[in-house]
């Protein structure tokens, strides 16, 4: 399939009044056309960092921010600010944020915000963008009449709707989604899925789906990563990953996950995530791991190839 | 409903309305909790899911009088505790407790991990043996070494660490009846279930009943043997929480059972029954069975008109729904 | 360390911004300095600092000794040739039944200016002397200073102003074919060269005396003298028109300014904030009635008031203190720290506190107070500047304490003794620029510490 997405030694540190947080710790992955990646991993882990890196919204206090971001044979990391501005971000590459519902601006109505970025980016003349917007809330299942409501008259639900409308708008061909259903209901986080895998089947986008959530990513993923303490500890297709999982964060995350239809004993992993101002020598995951052998405490393990297309970073698979 | 000999807690018919004060009108109110009953057993768990705005959380409040119920009764221990007074509330006080969803915000930052503890001993009068108390119940909790927690602060411990010293806080009186208001929902995936298991561990040595709150039907088995699934500030079903899964019979609890993934890789592939719509504003909930407007089976007739009552349907599962025969597969 | 965070996050704001050290440091300083002075100035000073005899061996509006270091010609210090430095002889002559005392004060002088003025104070233990004053240049011209009888005690001899003494001067310069015009003053007279021009007149450098020859009738008799050539420059910080040491008010002003400051802020930043969250958590009747009295007290103008009760009753400075909390009990952080109160009360540690039977007044003191320490804290240390500034300005007005010497009081002395006019700057622009440099290292201490308060400014 054709890769779109490459991403190489992508560093992102940030300083603060502790030390260096070395969020997103040269990471490793790439993308596929019409494929879903899916980036897994527990709360600061550096999953939402990834995705600031990716789209450039870098906040003050960047300390390092370093590697390559290769979007269809280009490296955009070497592109200044104006041009990323005008050519990748929300045209190429958009994001749906954590809790986006909620950042609707509530005195304007939901027809102009989703045409705002049209207005913006493509330079759309108002009445346009404004039939377009009608079109794009169509799109994500909602009646274009909504266009004229205000954000306080719709449901958590619908909102997220539109969010996800704002981020299709300018057709890009990757959108990040990060936590798309978090603060939702069950029932309308399934809903949510439901749009998002006929949007994907429909216009061929590829999705780089955030979540610490290993049963909804099964939802979308057909790759999956799962980030540790700032580094991609293993990589694989969702049927690698969720039958037959390597490393072993992966292993006791999926034993960890309580499932509703099948009965099985449930596993925990004892101590608590790394602090990413001063994470553990080696192997990140060495002082929780029921495996940990001597080496695992001196050297990082190679982020390595063990299959096509399957990458581990755990030494008990050579290295 | 009959008193039974051997439950802990018994809610009858508790209502919880909020008034919404309007100029020179009668107040409107929010029906939060609208009729709900049930009893828990001693050393029992009884798991309360609903979606947000269902009415769950203030029900656990209410039975705890932080929230003051509109009618309705509350016995404790055959006692009816409804209409006590602050001062008369007391021994209950000591008696109930609750576990919080957030531990960041349900531990004073201010208070080291033995301060907090010794806490509820001090303002409960407790003179003699304090710090065995708390030192005993740290042990109950796993944090151990107990010496290198007790005069940590609270923004020095992991999620799953503050957590532990709230069910501490909650247990250093000897509780007998403790609402547990999602205590897992905000910690990391891979220290939930080790929470859930203590919780359960606690129980057993303990003999305690649990209101266990969450919004995560996935979660409730491995907690709890009973269920029941509010919507709306009512309870739509009540039963043994596994056959419930395998079998919901309710069209609200059959939706929110298909709505939630098992991780499985084939899930991309295959979309999900879902039901539209999201729950209703508890200002203004729908005459007759408040579920009627995204029930993909209603009559148009009676389900807009009658509200179902909440049916036995033996085996300790009870329906409301005026359809509930039809969907029992048997 | 082991303590709460809100602490732990106050130091380190406060010690790891260049803006928190830098106030931080002027402030110890300023205490350090505050502190020594105490111990090196062995008088009261708020007792003898309007007592003008205290002061008469200081020049009179002398700038700041340092300012030599930037000058060419250097401008001379006070010389004192006090009673050990005359020697001394007495002799008795029996047959005339007469005591001769004579005084010899010898003493260098090197610089390049005049002396501001000149002054002899002699003391005369006997009933009547008659005594011969006379002043030897370098150049060998002598004067006659005075002549005449004086009454036993003590004689404070005005050289610079007294018309007689000018006279005998005049007189004796006459002799020695030196004429010198009106207008020249005695100390430039006495010092200067015998450049007949008289343009631009020339101190001689070398070494003075002054011969004092005294004669009475008691063998018993004695007289000491003093001799006070009082210099140009004085102190590290000048002197004002009573010849007061204006270093001694600055230091003297800084623990006063310090403690007023820091007292009027700690009282009305705590009290607010303690009004202002006992009217959230006790609500109701109590939150109205507090939130209303806040309203009218907020709109009711400070600083009239305030001068209204100043000029009416003469106020000493704790009772100005006083009347600015009383006047600042209910305020803008009363407000704030209602609504900061209304916030933490749906944090779930206090409900779960109501869940185990704590009171309602032990949650507010011990879950609820705490939590606005580091509000409270940044609240005070931005305060502090506004109420240095209040006194100042209420001292320049003329209605601060009289007694005391504060910056302010020093700045409206220098007012009124025609300081801006007649361009005496030592006396307005260092007790200013103290005013202003405590202000701003509070301030730098508060926009540290800001960060802590205000989440807007905090990253992760």
Not at chain 1, 13 to 18: F, I
Not at chain 3, 8 to 31: C, P, V
Not at chain 3, 330 to 339: C, D, L, Q, Y
Request: proline share 6%; aromatic share 10%.
């Amino acid at each position: 399939m054709e890769e779109i997405l490459k991403i190489r030694d992508l560093k992102l540190y940030y300083r603060t009044l502790r030390g260096t947080v070395r969020a997103v710790d040269s990471i490793s992955f790439h993308l596929c056309k019409g494929e879903t990646l899916a980036i897994v991993g527990e709360s600061g882990c550096g999953k939402t960092s990834t995705a600031i890196a990716i789209m450039r919204l870098l906040p003050r206090n960047i300390d390092v921010y370093e590697g390559e971001i290769i979007l269809n044979g280009v490296n955009i990391m070497q592109m200044d600010d104006e041009r990323f501005r005008k050519e990748i971000s929300w045209r190429k590459i958009s994001m749906v944020f954590q809790g986006a519902m909620n950042s609707l601006n509530p005195v304007i109505k939901v027809g102009f915000q989703v045409a705002e970025p049209l207005i913006i980016h493509a330079k759309m003349d108002k009445n346009k963008a404004l039939s377009k917007a009608r079109e794009l809330l169509e799109l994500v299942g909602l009646p274009a009449f909504i266009a004229d409501r205000y954000p306080h008259e719709l449901s958590g639900g619908m909102k997220q709707r539109v969010v996800i409308a704002m981020a299709l708008a300018l057709n890009p061909s990757i959108v990040i989604l990060d936590e798309p259903t978090s603060a939702l209901d069950v029932i309308t986080q399934a809903n949510i899925m439901n749009l998002l895998k006929k949007l994907k089947k429909e216009s061929s986008l590829s999705y780089i789906l955030i979540t610490h959530d290993l049963a909804l990513s099964s939802e979308l993923a057909d790759k999956i990563a799962v980030m540790y303490g700032g580094k991609i500890v293993e990589y694989g297709t969702s049927e690698q990953i969720y039958l037959d999982a390597k490393h072993p964060y992966s292993q006791k995350l999926l034993a960890s996950i309580p499932t509703l239809r099948t009965d099985k004993k449930l596993e925990f992993i004892p101590g608590a995530p790394p602090d990413l101002v001063s994470p553990p020598s080696g192997c990140r995951f060495h002082p929780r791991c029921p495996y940990t052998m001597p080496i695992c405490k001196e050297k990082e393990p190679p982020f390595q190839n063990v299959e096509e297309d399957r990458y581990v970073a755990c030494f008990l698979y050579g290295g | 409903m009959i008193l039974s000999a051997n439950s802990l807690i018994e809610v009858q018919d508790l209502k919880v309305w909020f008034p919404i004060k309007r100029f020179l009108r009668e107040p409107i109110f929010v029906k939060a909790v609208d009729g709900v009953s049930f009893n828990i057993a001693r050393g029992e768990t009884l798991a309360v899911v609903g979606e947000s705005g269902s009415g769950k959380t203030t029900l656990g409040k209410a039975c705890l009088r932080l929230i003051e119920p509109t009618s309705g009764r509350i016995i404790y221990d055959g006692k009816d505790i409804t209409r006590l007074s602050n001062e008369e509330l007391r021994s209950y006080r000591r008696e109930a407790q609750i576990i919080y969803q957030d531990p960041f915000s349900s531990l004073n930052p201010f208070f080291t991990v033995y301060r907090a503890l010794e806490e509820p001993l001090i303002i409960n009068g407790v003179k003699k043996g304090r710090s065995e108390q708390i030192y005993k119940v740290l042990e109950d909790v796993k944090l151990t070494p107990v010496e290198e927690f007790v005069n940590k602060y609270p923004h020095m411990l992991s999620g799953g660490q503050r957590q532990r010293v709230a069910i501490a806080r909650a247990l250093i009186l000897r509780p007998r009846f403790i609402v547990a208001d999602e205590p897992v929902s905000m910690l990391d995936v891979s220290v939930r279930v080790e929470i859930l298991y203590l919780l359960k561990e606690l129980q057993h040595k303990y003999g305690i009943s649990f209101l266990y709150i969450t919004h995560d039907i996935a979660t409730v088995k491995y907690f709890s043997d009973r269920i029941a699934v509010m919507y709306a500030g009512k309870i739509v079903e009540m039963g043994n929480i596994r056959s419930i899964i395998a079998e919901p019979i309710h069209p609200y609890t059959q939706a929110l059972v298909e709505a939630i993934p098992d991780p499985d890789p084939r899930n991309r592939f295959v979309e999900r029954k879902v039901i539209p719509g999201e729950p209703p504003n508890p200002i203004n909930v729908p005459l007759g069975c408040r579920f009627h407007l995204r029930c993909p089976y209603s009559d148009r007739r009676r389900c807009l008109k009658e509200e179902p009552e909440l049916r036995d349907f033996g085996d300790g599962r009870r329906v409301a729904c005026h359809y509930a025969e039809q969907f029992i597969k048997r | 360390m082991n303590v709460p965070r809100e602490f732990q996050e106050m130091t380190n704001a406060i010690l790891r911004s260049k803006a928190g050290i830098f106030g931080l440091s002027i402030i110890i300083i300023m205490i350090i300095l505050s502190t020594l002075v105490l111990i090196y100035v062995p008088f009261n000073v708020a007792k003898e600092w309007n007592n003008p005899m205290f002061w008469q061996r200081n020049p009179r509006l002398a700038l700041p000794n340092w300012v030599n270091i930037f000058l060419e010609k250097k401008l001379p210090e006070t010389i004192i040739v006090a009673n050990e430095s005359f020697r001394k002889y007495s002799y008795y002559l029996e047959t005339a039944g007469l005591k001769y005392n004579v005084l010899e004060g010898k003493f260098s002088y090197e610089y390049q200016d005049f002396p501001s003025e000149l002054r002899l104070i002699l003391y005369v233990d006997a009933e009547r002397i008659l005594v011969e004053i006379k002043w030897l240049q370098p150049s060998g011209i002598n004067v006659t200073l005075w002549k005449g009888f004086l009454k036993g005690g003590l004689n404070s001899i005005y050289i610079s102003r007294e018309k007689e003494v000018y006279e005998y001067i005049e007189d004796s310069l006459k002799r020695f074919n030196i004429s010198s015009s009106m207008i020249m003053r005695p100390e430039i007279i006495l010092f200067m060269d015998n450049n007949p021009s008289h343009v631009n007149p020339t101190p001689v450098n070398g070494v003075y005396m002054l011969k004092i020859v005294s004669i009475s009738s008691n063998p018993m008799d004695n007289v000491d003298a003093e001799l006070i050539i009082y210099g140009k420059v004085f102190g590290l910080a000048g002197t004002d028109d009573k010849r007061r040491d204006i270093f001694v008010g600055l230091v003297w002003g800084a623990p006063i300014a310090l403690s007023f400051g820091l007292i009027a802020a700690l009282a009305t930043s705590f009290l607010q904030t303690f009004i202002g969250s006992l009217s959230a958590w006790y609500g109701g009747l109590i939150d109205e009635f507090i939130q209303r009295v806040t309203d009218v007290y907020m709109i009711l103008p400070f600083l009239p008031i305030l001068i209204t009760i100043s000029i009416v009753y003469r106020i000493d400075i704790w009772t100005l203190l006083f009347i600015v909390v009383g006047l600042s009990v209910f305020g803008g952080a009363t407000k704030t720290a209602r609504s900061m109160t209304l916030q933490i009360m749906t944090e779930q540690y206090i409900e779960a506190a109501i869940s185990y039977g704590a009171s309602r007044k032990r949650i507010l003191f011990l879950y609820i107070l705490p939590r606005l320490l580091p509000y409270t804290m940044a609240n005070m240390v931005l305060s502090v500047p506004s109420y240095v500034f209040l006194e100042a300005a209420l001292s320049v007005l003329g209605l601060g304490d009289p007694m005391m010497p504060t910056w302010g009081k020093i700045i409206s002395d220098a007012y009124s003794g025609g300081a801006v006019v007649h361009g005496l700057w030592w006396w307005i622009l260092l007790p200013s620029a103290l005013i202003i440099l405590t202000a701003i290292s509070f301030a730098f201490i508060g926009l540290a510490l800001d960060k802590v308060v205000n989440p807007r400014l905090r990253e992760r």
